[in-house]
């Protein structure tokens, strides 16, 4: 099962939510800060996770975006960031 690396941004406005997507997003995040969550998924595990994410925010009051990190690119980075060049991983 291959895996993309995804950025998965939220703006929430009720605490309790904000840390239930933080919850939901926990077992594949390896990065970010706050509510910017650097996950790696494969195509299943995200269509399966985003519908969970929608139903939890407000349309009204809150936001969700998730982008798929295209590899063919080059990465770069500024300040403090770094690439994660760890082992591929099993979410069980």
Avoid: K
Avoid at 26 to 55: D, I, K, N
Avoid at 59 to 81: C, E, I, M, Y
């Amino acid at each position: 099962m291959s895996r993309s690396l995804y950025l998965i941004c939220y703006d929430i406005t009720h605490n309790r939510v904000r840390s239930q997507v933080a919850a939901l997003l926990q077992p594949w995040r390896v990065g970010g800060q706050r509510s910017v969550a650097e996950c790696w998924l494969s195509q299943t595990e995200f269509t399966r996770l985003w519908p969970q994410l929608q139903t939890r925010i407000d349309p009204q009051t809150d936001s969700l975006l998730a982008l798929r990190h295209d590899l063919r690119g080059h990465d770069q980075t500024l300040g403090q960031g770094r690439i994660y060049t760890g082992q591929p991983f099993i979410v069980g």
